[in-house]
């Protein structure tokens, strides 16, 4: 049965006289999602803010990206709840952008329409035998533990090998790292989905190798997050001490910046703490680096991943920039593992309608402005917009898409002042309104905010009997079982 009306949606809201309503439509609801629909209701009185999601779960990365070990960091969830909340926002999960409601639907429906939706795909090394069993994304394998419901049923093999290697040292690879190497008993009190700590209970992963295609110097990673890695109990870090030796570019490349050269510090100090061999019961953590990639071996079925073939590498100036690159030297060594996570960046995908740049994965833009294509002839498409990853690409934290969100808001509110996004007067947009006729007609059932605090609820319940902040509810049909029924 289709609801035809969120939560604090009424034809009669009360809106600023001294301004019409502007209808704002936020396709995403995670951080960056939220920021714009907050920084929207605070800079213009007559803001209609309504917020779509695939999902019938709100908040993104929060939920499914965010280490469960993370809890700090989740806290913002409060803050977004509060600006679903408003008489003038509303939320419509499970409702698909391209499917359930096509972009130009949007464009005819709202004034503006921000983009938002990030990026649920990955970046591939495009080398033989990526197709073996027993590789995946670090994005799939976060979203499995964080109970995503696109992969409840990843289902990694965690009982077939003792050695996992994880391409990549950025955070979200610290991350994966982390949490195999994790004790259990600390898993056990996060929202981790339930199958994850049973699957990690039982796992026989003893080795970790983190494997970066340069070095030391050049790790991804932030300062935060390695330390807490370094810091993890029954853990033995392992670092060669020739990967730890600098050139003059490293040099130079420290002194430019206060993150590599705490990195390097952490790294080395590490190296220096557990130089003697391990020889108790310890996991291990291995630091590889100057490897990158070329081909993925069969094990003995020649079905699932038996080793990593790596090449070494040096540095070299790219010649343009300054910077160093990690080049070949033809020399090769296999790294056997029943598990590979590949960390190597997300990825954004296109929609119809929508100008991209499939090199940079990211939509062409002026301070959030989408604009025709990438030239330098291009121009503005009026009234669309776009807010954090699909603006910027994968990077930063969460606090990173509020300035983001300020930005593209701003570039907003300067155009709705200069009266670029005045519609003629036979031609004013509908918007919520709007939507829910595009809905109705499509027989689409969304789940709105209050519908998702059934969920909500429900998960906290479950938690508290287990002594965990929440029981993730992991399956869609059950997600929207909840949000139907209660």
């Keep these: 049965m289709l609801v035809l009306r969120p939560m604090g949606f009424s034809t009669s809201a009360p809106v600023a006289s001294t301004r019409e309503p502007l209808h704002v439509c936020v396709v995403g609801s995670g951080p960056a999602g939220f920021y714009t629909a907050e920084k929207m209701l605070k800079g213009h009185e007559g803001a209609q803010v309504d917020i779509i999601d695939r999902l019938p779960t709100p908040f993104g990365l929060v939920r499914s990206g965010v280490a469960p070990d993370h809890p700090e960091t989740k806290i913002v969830v409060n803050q977004f709840s509060r600006v679903a909340a408003n008489a003038h926002c509303s939320f419509f999960g499970n409702v698909t952008l391209g499917s359930d409601v096509s972009l130009s639907e949007l464009r005819k429906t709202y004034d503006i329409v921000v983009l938002a939706y990030g990026a649920e795909s990955d970046r591939s090394f495009g080398i033989p035998g990526e197709d073996l069993r027993g590789i995946h994304s670090a994005r799939e394998f976060v979203w499995w533990y964080n109970g995503h419901p696109d992969m409840c049923n990843l289902a990694p093999d965690l009982k077939n090998t003792d050695s996992a290697v994880v391409l990549g040292q950025g955070n979200v690879a ?258 919520r309104r709007g939507l829910l006729e595009i809905l109705e007609q499509k027989n689409t059932r969304y789940v709105p905010f209050h519908d998702w605090e059934k969920i909500d609820s429900k998960e906290k319940t479950a938690g508290q009997l287990k002594n965990k902040p929440r029981e993730k509810i992991t399956a869609w049909d059950e997600l929207l079982k909840i949000a139907k029924e209660g």
């Design 174 to 431: 610290l991350d994966v790292a982390r949490i195999l190497l994790r004790c259990t008993t600390e898993l056990a009190s996060t929202d981790i989905a339930g199958y994850a700590l049973d699957a990690l209970r039982s796992s026989t992963i003893r080795k970790v190798f983190l494997v970066g295609r340069r070095g030391p110097v050049q790790a991804a990673c932030t300062a935060k997050e390695l330390r807490e890695i370094l810091g993890l109990k029954n853990v033995h870090v392992c670092i060669k001490e020739a990967d730890l030796v600098t050139s003059p570019a490293d040099k130079e490349e420290m002194r430019n910046s206060r993150i590599k050269r705490r990195v390097y510090e952490l790294l080395s100090k590490a190296a220096t703490v557990h130089q003697e061999k391990s020889n108790d019961d310890r996991k291990e953590l291995h630091f590889v680096f100057f490897r990158k990639p070329t081909r993925f071996l069969p094990s003995e079925d020649g079905t699932t991943v038996g080793a990593v073939e790596l090449e070494k590498t040096h540095l070299k100036d790219d010649g343009v920039t300054g910077k160093q690159v990690a080049v070949g030297t033809c020399e090769f060594e296999d790294l056997k593992c029943g598990l590979v996570l590949k960390s190597i960046g997300y990825k954004s995908l296109p929609i119809e309608g929508l100008p991209f740049d499939k090199y940079r994965g990211v939509v062409p833009n002026l301070r959030g402005r989408i604009l025709s294509n990438e030239s330098e002839t291009a121009t503005v498409e009026p009234g669309l917009y776009v807010v954090g990853w699909l603006k910027r690409g994968p990077t930063g934290i969460v606090a990173t898409n509020l300035h983001c969100a300020e930005e593209t808001v701003a570039s907003i509110l300067e155009d709705e002042k200069k009266g670029v996004l005045v519609a003629s007067s036979d031609s004013k947009r509908q918007g």
